[in-house]
């Protein structure tokens, strides 16, 4: 009993480190004085993700679009304030354009990864 106990603690402490640690990757897409729009460039490798913080208000229109040379760059957007995935960016939807009025005031996390192979990328977001 003692054993499973100790086993169900490292497992808690683990899983919390992970938690923790795949927030801190988390880039923060900053819009320059007067602009509506900010392109990041950036690249992943097979099987990674690159995850940037963009903020919004409610009901701001957002577009977002990703581009690539070999065409195998996607994203997802999840609503930080709720933890869904956003309609036609979500975990199956391999996203490469999504647009809509935003649902929550906060900040709105793009996940970004290849579906085949390492993935160059320009990503541009768009909030008016």
Known sequence: MKKLNMLLVLLFVFSSTVGINSQVNDKRIKFKKGESSATVEGGVIRGERD?????ANKNQYM????????????????????GYYLE????????????GSLPSKGDYR???????????????VYIE
């Open 63 to 82: 577009i977002v679009t990703i581009m690539s040379i070999e065409d195998n760059a996607v994203f997802q957007i999840v609503d930080t304030e709720t």
């Open 51 to 55: 995850t940037y913080l963009v903020g």
């Open 110 to 124: 793009i996940v970004v990864g290849g579906t085949r192979g390492n993935a160059e990328y320009t990503l541009k």
């Open 88 to 99: 036609g960016a979500g975990e199956i939807d391999d996203a490469k354009r999504w647009e």
